[in-house]
């Protein structure tokens, strides 16, 4: 098995497009999330000059549909489904899919050599039991943080000393107070179940990001209460705080 460098991608992201990330090293490569159509994913992953018939394992992060409306992906390839026990009960997989759960670190069926550990770590929104997921592949340490409305300790601490961090930054909060969402939806984009802001998002990074170098990708990002600059700006500032300077210390990437 060749030991190529780890390649992560974020193939889509958004409520609407829907999310899913590959990461692939060398021979295996796996998928985090399956939102898009699964025509769609297949197209993704072709445009990446990525195999469609050579992904290991899908893991989910939440049964909303902007992360598993493309989860028929999985079967056309017979491919893993790794989720929590509450997300496969809501997908109807609980009989074929692989149940992980909080903070158990665990080995990928076959992937021992590449995929070192994915850590699956609860996170709070308004599902039935979503996750984050940290993954360490033989050379780098990827943390993949979907849909949440709070960051918490053991978040933070899973995520520690990564190489890549893919967090959502969902909205401004003046641009969500002030626009034209009804307050029911208001109340629940920036509940502690909900979304996070770019203060939130913002604030984790803060704590995060030693200026090694380290990869960011910003995703979900709300198309009427956000802007790629105001979340570029907020980032940018708490990381001044430390010291940090883009391209200096750090990658920024907000899509
Ligand atoms: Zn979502
Ligand atoms: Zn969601």
Redesign the pocket.
Known sequence: MSLNKTIVKVLSTGSKEGSVVYIGTGESSILIDAGPAKKNIKKFMLDNNFNPAKVDAILIS?E?K??CGGIAFADDYKIPVYASEGTLKELKRSETGKIVKHLKTFILDGLRQTFISVTPVNVM???AE?LMYVIQTHDTKISVM??TGTITKDMLSAMAMSDVYILEANYDEDMLANGDYHDGLKYRVSSDTGHLSNAQTAEALNSLVRGIGEHIIITHMSAKNNTPELAEQAIKLALFDKGLVKNKHYKLEVL
């Open positions: 939440h909303h902007d992360h929104h308004d599902a979503p979907m849909d």
